[in-house]
């Protein structure tokens, strides 16, 4: 268990670290002071945006998927009725997760704080 521990660990560190390197070695060409740790933050906002934003929309849609599969397994008769609501709530839900993918592509290329 230590081992395991130790080794995620190491491994942990060393993403944290790599990207903050090569964040700082761009924010030091750009901008001669404190850029890079704000270019950095960008980088980690914009990961951790994308990857929250992509979470809440995967768990909504499964949910959306089981409720529509339940109730045509149910009432097969209301197949078509379902199947039309399912994929109209599943184009919203999916908006969503395009909204957060504009936001954390507006943090990488626009740089609004840079």
Request: net charge positive; proline share 2%.
């Given at each position: 268990?230590?081992?395991?521990?130790?080794?995620?660990?190491?491994a942990l560190?060393?993403?944290?670290?790599?990207?903050?390197?090569?964040?700082?070695?761009a924010g030091a060409a750009a901008a001669g002071d404190?850029?890079?740790?704000?270019?950095?933050?960008?980088?980690?906002?914009?990961?951790?945006?994308?990857g929250?934003?992509?979470l809440g929309p995967g768990i909504g849609q499964g949910n959306a998927v089981k409720?529509?599969?339940?109730?045509?397994?149910?009432?097969?008769g209301a197949s078509g009725k379902i199947m039309t609501t399912m994929l109209v709530g599943l184009a919203m839900?999916?908006?969503?997760?395009?909204?957060?993918l504009v936001i954390a592509l507006i943090l990488l290329f626009a740089n609004p704080f840079m």
């Open positions: 268990m230590k081992k395991k521990f130790m080794s995620a660990a190491i560190a060393i993403l944290a670290t790599g990207s903050v390197a090569f964040a700082e070695e404190k850029g890079g740790i704000v270019l950095a933050a960008l980088f980690i906002a914009a990961g951790v945006g994308m929250l934003g992509a409720g529509a599969v339940e109730g045509i397994a149910r009432n097969p839900i999916e908006s969503l997760a395009i909204y957060a």
